[in-house]
């Protein structure tokens, strides 16, 4: 029964990974969030009571990792094959550099890095533990410099922050191979999510061409790139057809 744990479940693409996972009564799934008493997650709580647990999980507190680790190991005795960083933010989408809140800047580029690690490095125990051993990292093709340049003043700060992101994948993954761990960046696509959405007006007038996917087609990709991770293939860039980004 391979094990999952997503953080930011309670909407988007984090609750498509979750309702896609439960398609397959083989999965165990621990959805978490900021709020675990989401509606969304209730509900699907209610309906799946042996495959499905919710956890309160904040990973920008130490704190609230710790207690979510606790409360997830006694579920996991056969350790953590898939962790998917899933959470995350883009407060200052179409802001100039010269205009960017610094601090809101500082917080994103914590949320989008430090954050990960913290929650990365308190469930690697029970990831190590575990058959597959996966950490994945949702990130995006903003973060590529192939692709950023020609995208001016769309999603700066989100840009730098995933890029960043990327070099954690990519440096630590390097690492963690040795100790037979897969890990991998995926672009999950541009999506119709809030976060995705202020895209729109600048997609529709010079790449018309790049797919709007639901936020439940972006789910089923993630999974189905990550069932298919291979330890020789750790440390890789995904995009969401399954083919390998440039950096």
Known sequence: MPSWLITGSNRGIGL??????????SNFVIATSRDAKAPELVALAAKNPKALKVIELDITSQSSVDAAVAAATPL??????????????NPQPLTKFED??????????TFSTVAPLRVSRAFLPLVKKSEKKNIIF??????SSHVTYMMVNQFNAYSVAKAALNM????????????????????PGWTQTELGAPLK???SKYAPQVPHLTADDAG????????ALTL???ASFWHFDGTNLPW
């Open 16 to 25: 498509s990974i979750v309702e896609h996972l439960l398609k397959n009564p």
């Open 232 to 234: 020789e293939k750790t």
């Open 138 to 143: 949702i990130s995006s093709v903003l973060a």
């Open 168 to 187: 954690l994948a990519r440096k630590w993954g390097a690492s963690l191979k040795y100790e037979g761990i897969t890990t991998a960046a995926i672009h």
């Open 100 to 109: 960017l809140e610094l601090e809101a800047f500082a917080e994103e580029m």
């Open 220 to 227: 089923a990709g993630v999974i189905k790139i990550s069932e």
């Open 201 to 203: 007006e600048w997609m």
């Open 76 to 89: 996991l005795p056969n350790g953590l094959d898939y962790l998917v960083n899933n959470a995350g933010k």
